[in-house]
């Protein structure tokens, strides 16, 4: 990754690597909505993180805790694509890196320090795809067409 990326993308111009993503991001129709696409994906996890779900929100955060986070690894994003997901991600995440269980290196975005008080178990890709994925596939599309 050659261009100039600002923010929390800095690192990831600096050391490129691909994106683990474990929630909202794991599905298809999100990611062809936000990016107009769906990138190269790799079933992934992470070793001593879980996806909890948050109070009031229908998308996890990724937390330390015992068990494995399981995922997928995006691993041909271009600059404007990271600045897309970068955008779309709220400002309590933090852009980590870390080490996935087969030894590659990534990004992700995690939360290791949300108040446990916002968390509400385990978060459930099953019951996000049945309950709110619909929904949330045309919510994505209205914030990427931007303002009326």
Known sequence: ???RLPGRLAAVAARPAPLFVYGTLRFAAVLQALLGRVPTAAASAAEGWRAAALRGRCYPVLVPGSGRADGLLLTDLAPNEWR???EFEDDFYDLTALTLTEGQQAYCYACPHVPWQELDGDWDAESFARRALPGF????RQWRAGPC
């Open 1 to 3: 990754m050659t261009a």
């Open 84 to 86: 897309v997901i970068d």
């Open 137 to 140: 596939v045309a919510e994505c």
